[in-house]
């Protein structure tokens, strides 16, 4: 069979990362294989529609809502929707403009695919929902990483961390099988709570005011979405921006500290060390 290519990738995003692994996709080689894999953040108008695909693609909404038909079945789209074609899936893919989709992608391929997608009972042309999003996510995440790394193991390494990922999807619940009522929606609400105003929160309180909920109602909501808790969460989102500001604005330490709401810098540099491994002043001597 002759090698093809991956199509391009679509032009209606705002935002997007990209890793290409194997640009030649040979359906019939041994083993497993990743061609590509990306992170899209959509535009209101993206809307994606293929009849043909040279391989497998595997999609993950992070957050946003839309729908995609594979086939003749339609699926709607929420956060932690996997779906899955085939090449002869047809799929058309559509993002909600009052809610833009916000999505992995990972295009692979290899004699092993069809075996394995089998085996953890994941069908082309179908939808499941995973309730453990953050795991999900760190997998595609660490793809993108080391796919675009370019080093001798990175395909192989590439390969594995797609296969836990296909066998964390095995049993996962189709679309409204039980998760997509009002909790789903509920934590969606606090979690990008925290992601837009993280720097005003200064305490798991200020979230649970903010939201209008019982704290522990939102602990239980995170948990139960395989995220750390709501506070860790938080502190996570502040680290990573002060980190940030260490790296490009060259503030000092007790500036960062004030900016990311930490009232004692030396508390600051206490919680960034536990976060990042290192002190505030150790992180900033990359930037030298």
């Not at 290519?5 to 679509?10: D, G, M, N």
């Not at 139960?224 to 990573?240: A, C, D, Q, T």
Request: with cysteine.
């Amino acid at each position: 069979m002759h090698a093809k290519s991956i199509p391009p990738v679509s032009l209606q995003v705002s935002q997007s990362r990209y890793c290409h692994v194997e640009k030649r996709v040979e359906r019939s080689r041994p083993g497993l294989h990743v061609a590509c894999a990306g992170y899209e953040i959509c535009r209101p108008d993206y809307s994606l529609q293929r009849s043909t695909f040279p391989c497998y693609g595997l999609e993950y909404v992070e957050r946003g809502s839309g729908t995609a038909r594979l086939n003749d079945q339609i699926f709607p789209l929420r956060a932690g929707i996997f779906f899955i074609y085939g090449s002869n899936t047809r799929h058309h893919i559509v993002s909600n403009p009052q809610n833009p989709l916000c999505k992995y992608f990972l295009d692979f391929f290899g004699r092993e695919a069809s075996g394995l997608l089998s085996a953890g009972s994941v069908a082309p042309g179908t939808a499941m929902q995973i309730p453990d999003l953050e795991s999900c996510r760190t997998l595609l995440e660490m793809v993108l990483s080391e796919g675009g790394r370019g080093l001798r193991t990175t395909p192989k390494i590439c390969a594995g961390l797609l296969r836990i990922l296909i066998w964390k999807m095995a049993g996962a619940q189709i679309p409204g099988a039980g998760t997509a009522g009002g909790p789903m929606q509920t934590f969606e609400a606090c979690r990008d709570l925290i992601d837009s105003r993280h720097l005003e929160f200064q305490d798991l309180d200020a979230v649970a005011r903010a939201a209008g909920m019982d704290k522990s109602y939102i602990c239980r909501l995170f948990k139960s979405h395989g995220y750390p808790s709501p506070y860790s969460y938080l502190i996570r989102k502040k680290i990573n921006r002060a980190a940030e500001w260490l790296m490009t604005d060259r503030c000092q330490v007790k500036e960062v500290a004030r900016r990311a709401g930490f009232g004692d810098p030396y508390h600051f540099s206490r919680i960034f060390k536990r976060e990042m491994g290192q002190s505030p002043r150790i992180f900033t001597r990359r930037r030298k």
